[in-house]
């Protein structure tokens, strides 16, 4: 018999309507993800496995600082229009304003329940629709909405702890998962994440945005190699997130929205 799991009590999805009716709940996150090729080692889920297992460490490093956080469900789905001509790949493409119309409904169910902070905890470089989204919402709603992208909150230290440069399914991604999922992590499978750059300098530096062909960009999906990666890297870059973000949660709940000052 597997050992049973301790109810989490920040997680919505342990809950049972008793615990819920006892509870106040000043803010809930919302892990989302992506269900996409990475490279050929690392699972389809990887996203939403991630959004869900980093998230659980910083809502339990949160609830123990004071916060009153509630987890809500994992969105597994994300905006993948740009892998469709990958060969042999399945990726599931939820197209943005699917989404908007989505999170919506989400936003209007805490609403209802006087919860007014929603974090989205999101995983997917695909989901850059999610600042649109909050702009969107600002003249919606009274919610306050914010987008955390958690795995650019330690940029400042990646240097001091990655080799490689990660886009996707690359060194970074790769260490964190060995964390999570060390299961499903088919190491020797792992491609070098060679991407090829495109024709124009603009795009390649950065000064101009494309949503880029993945099959033309990349051999393996991937685009960084993941070659270095290690479970120690993963712990060590997550030492550094987790407690980062578990007092962002704590700040945020504390904080009354309606002071005529927030978030100042």
């Known amino acids: 018999m597997p050992t049973p799991q301790p109810v989490k009590p920040w ?69 993948q229009s740009n892998m469709f001509d990958v060969k042999g790949a399945l990726p599931i493409n939820i197209y943005p304003a699917t989404l908007f119309a989505f999170l919506r409904d989400v936003v209007d169910s805490l609403e209802k329940h006087g919860v007014m902070k929603l974090v989205l905890f999101n995983s997917h470089g695909g989901n850059d629709f999610l600042k649109p989204f909050i702009r969107e919402m600002a003249g919606r709603s009274k919610m306050f909405i914010c987008v955390v992208n958690w795995w650019q909150v330690g940029k400042d230290v990646y240097g001091d702890i990655f080799a490689k440069p990660d886009d ?38 950065g000064w101009v945005s494309i949503s880029r062909p993945w099959h033309l960009l990349t051999e393996s999906t991937g685009v960084g ?11 060590k870059y997550l030492s550094v997130v987790v407690p980062r973000l578990a007092k962002f949660l704590a700040d945020l709940s504390a904080a009354d929205v309606n002071d005529g000052k927030f978030p100042f």
């Open 11 to 79: 997680k919505l999805s342990h809950l049972n309507h008793a615990d819920v009716r006892k509870s106040r709940f000043e803010l809930a996150l919302l892990p989302l993800g992506a269900c996409e090729p990475h490279n050929f080692h690392l699972p389809y889920g990887a996203d939403a496995m991630q959004s869900e297992g980093v998230s659980d460490r910083v809502c339990a490093a949160a609830w123990e600082l004071g916060a009153k956080v509630i987890q809500l469900p994992t969105i597994p789905y994300g905006v």
């Open 168 to 205: 996707h399914a690359g060194e970074m991604e790769t260490s964190v998962n060995l964390v999570l999922t060390p299961e499903l992590v088919k190491f020797e499978q792992a491609g070098d994440g060679y991407a090829k750059p495109t024709r124009f300098e603009a795009v390649n530096k």
């Open 225 to 235: 190699d993941p070659r270095a990666a290690t479970k120690e890297k993963g712990e």
